[in-house]
C-alpha cells in the first residue's frame, strides 16, 4: 500500500529557484492538502483541494501555487524560494466525507540558502 | 483566539505513569475529532478517533465533551516507545479543513 507519497525526500534551492514538490495518493482520496512545519510549531495550512480541478488557500498560502489536474496528484509549487520557505513540508489527503481523517506523506524537508 | 488550543508541555513522565492530555476547540458546530501521534521529524499518523461516547483502544482513552468543547487523550502505563507529540484535531461540521493543535510534547522517562 502506497498511500501518500511524496517526492522528493529532501532539497536544498537557492534563494530565487522555484521548484515543484511532488505529491501523489493512491487511494482515490477527494481531498488533499498541504502543510508545512516549522520547528517546534504546528502544521500551517498552505493550498487544499476537493477534487481535480478544484483547489482553495489555507492559512499561509503566499509564495506557493497549487493545481489538481488528477485525482491522484497535488503538486505543489515554490515560485521564487526564499530562506522563510525553509521548513518541512507535509501532503495529507482523505475522503471527502468530512468525517475522515488525513493520511500523510513522509513529507519533504526543503532548505533554500 | 485559536481554533485548536493545547497544552504544548512538555510532560515529563516515569514509565508506568499516566497522563493525560485536554485540547479545546472553538467551533461549536464541530463534528469529527482524532488524536495524532508525530514523532520527531516523521509526519503526523492517527492515534485514534474520538467518539461521543468515548473510546479506547489499548492503554488509550479519548473522551469528547461537546457541552465544554474539549476532547482528552489519557494514556496509562507508558512507555518509552510513547515519546512523541500529540496532536489534536478537529473537522468542522460540513467542512474539509481539517483544523490541527500545535500538539503537546511527551516524554517517557525509564
Known amino acids: 500500500n502506497a498511500g501518500v507519497t511524496q517526492t522528493p525526500k529532501f532539497q536544498v534551492l537557492k534563494t530565487g529557484q522555484s521548484m515543484t514538490l511532488q505529491c501523489a495518493q493512491d487511494?482515490?482520496?477527494?481531498?488533499m492538502s498541504w502543510y508545512r512545519q516549522d520547528p517546534g510549531m504546528g502544521l500551517r495550512l498552505i493550498h487544499y483541494?476537493?477534487?481535480?480541478?478544484?483547489?482553495d488557500q489555507g492559512e499561509v498560502p503566499n509564495g506557493y501555487n497549487v493545481s489538481r489536474s488528477t485525482t491522484e496528484d497535488f503538486p505543489l509549487r515554490l515560485l521564487s524560494a526564499a530562506p522563510s520557505q525553509t521548513s518541512v513540508y507535509f501532503c495529507?489527503?482523505?475522503?471527502?466525507?468530512?468525517?475522515?481523517?488525513?493520511?500523510f506523506g513522509d513529507g519533504t524537508r526543503l532548505s533554500i540558502l | 483566539r485559536k481554533e485548536v488550543e493545547q497544552d504544548p508541555g512538555p510532560f515529563n513522565v516515569p514509565e508506568g505513569a499516566t497522563v493525560a492530555f485536554n485540547c479545546t476547540y472553538s467551533n461549536s458546530a464541530s463534528q469529527s475529532f482524532f488524536w495524532y501521534r508525530q514523532d520527531c521529524r516523521k509526519e503526523p499518523k492517527l492515534l485514534m478517533s474520538v467518539y461521543s461516547s468515548g473510546n479506547e483502544d489499548g492503554r488509550f482513552t479519548a473522551q469528547l465533551n461537546r457541552a465544554s468543547q474539549y476532547i482528552s487523550l489519557l494514556i496509562r502505563d507508558s512507555k518509552l516507545s510513547d515519546s512523541a507529540t500529540y496532536l489534536c484535531v478537529v473537522i468542522p461540521t460540513g467542512g474539509f479543513k481539517t483544523i490541527f493543535g500545535a500538539g503537546t510534547r511527551l516524554f517517557v522517562k525509564a
Open positions: 495529507a489527503s482523505s475522503p471527502v466525507i468530512s468525517n475522515q481523517p488525513q493520511h
Open positions: 483541494s476537493v477534487g481535480a480541478g478544484i483547489t
Open positions: 487511494m482515490n482520496h477527494e481531498y
